[in-house]
């Protein structure tokens, strides 16, 4: 009987695997692959292959009808040409440096001091902090333009009773004051993104903090600074993204000042020649230089960070 059994018991062959695993994660992933496909692959190969476009002439003096030929990299060249368009990458370049920090050392002193209060007062402070992510970029951007504004703002107001008289739409502060309207808007985002790292982190490890004589500084310092790592370098992406892609601030607070120009931003520049002077094709290549300096810079932090991790696991 044991000869039976042992015949009809064949062994696994080694090295095969079945294909009904595959075939699981590719129909979860389709969805997913789809949507990527349609809202970035394509959009994006539409825009490289506009930006190779330019119109053409036809007929004595250009008269006759116009053709769209092939441009090659001329309108990469002519972007790039343009002191207006690099003056506006110095610019969010220079808006990032500044913003992104101070937004993030406030995101994540308000997700440390949240961490540190209880459930019920937590709660309230975690929406009240959330609350301007979820009033729109443009009505953000008028909001703060009222208080910008001499003789509207009670802000202004107060300050030129006490012998101050500062100009938030000067040429050398309206950048600052839009960096002050976007640290508005998305502190409590990012603060969100680090409180929910915070949750993740075990508690025993804050209780053996507690039993070797930790105080809260170094509990904070030392255990949930660095386990919510992973929480800031996801924040610093989206900042350095979503700095490159400044727009509807200056474009709301243009109105108010000279100071902002239709090139102000590089996204307000391709929008310009778009829609201002109608070259939609200089437009589509000042569109995919910007997301060629947002891929470089965000996988350059990204490398810069993992180097970093690398070296200090040593």
Same mark, same amino acid.
């Given at each position: 009987?044991?000869? *039976? ?18 075939? *699981? ?18 959009? %994006? ?28 990299? $001329? ?8 002191s207006a368009f ?22 994540? *002193? ?28 443009? =009505? +953000? ?21 006490? !012998? ?7 040429? $050398? ?5 839009? +960096? ?7 502190? !409590?985002?990012?603060?969100? #993104? ?13 209780? *053996? ?6 105080? +809260?500084?170094q509990t904070a =310092?030392?255990?949930?600074?660095p386990l919510a790592?992973?929480? %800031?370098?996801?924040?610093? #992406?989206?900042? =350095? ?14 109105? %108010? ?22 070259? =939609?094709?200089?437009? +589509? ?10 891929? #470089? ?7 810069? #960070? ?9």
């Amino acid at each position: 009987m044991s000869t *039976a059994i042992s015949r009809t018991k064949k062994p696994a062959p080694v090295g095969r695997r079945s294909a009904r695993p595959d075939r *699981a994660a590719w129909t979860f992933l389709l969805p997913f692959v789809v949507l990527f496909l349609f809202t970035f692959v394509l959009p %994006l190969g539409y825009a490289v292959h506009q930006s190779m476009l330019k119109p053409v002439r036809s007929g004595s003096l250009g008269l006759g009808p116009a053709t769209v030929g092939f441009a090659g990299l $001329d309108n990469y060249s002519l972007a790039l040409q343009q002191s207006a368009f690099l003056e506006s990458f110095a610019r969010v370049l220079l808006f990032g440096v500044v913003q992104i920090p101070v937004m993030l050392l406030l995101a994540t *002193a308000l997700a440390l001091a949240l961490d540190t209060l209880s459930q019920r007062w937590a709660g309230i402070l975690r929406a009240a902090y959330f609350l301007p992510y979820g009033v729109p970029g443009v =009505i +953000a951007s008028i909001l703060w333009g009222f208080l910008y504004v001499p003789g509207v703002s009670p802000v202004v107001d107060l300050l030129g009773r006490v !012998g101050l008289a500062p100009d938030f739409l000067g040429y $050398d502060s309206v950048l600052w004051s839009i +960096a002050n309207i976007v640290i508005w808007e998305f502190a !409590g985002y990012n603060m969100l #993104v680090i409180v929910a790292q915070l949750k993740a982190i075990p508690q025993e490890l804050y209780e *053996a903090a507690r039993i070797d004589g930790a105080s +809260a500084w170094q509990t904070a =310092i030392r255990i949930k600074l660095p386990l919510a790592r992973p929480a %800031l370098v996801l924040t610093g #992406v989206f900042s =350095i993204i979503g700095t490159l892609q400044l727009f509807s601030e200056p474009l709301v607070i243009k109105p %108010l000042t000279s100071t902002v120009t239709s090139s102000y931003t590089p996204n307000l520049s391709a929008y310009n020649e778009a829609f201002a002077n109608n070259n =939609i094709y200089l437009a +589509a290549a000042e569109s995919v230089i910007l997301a060629l300096v947002a891929s #470089v810079l965000s996988f350059g932090f990204l490398s810069l #960070v993992n180097r970093r991790k690398g070296r200090d696991a040593r």
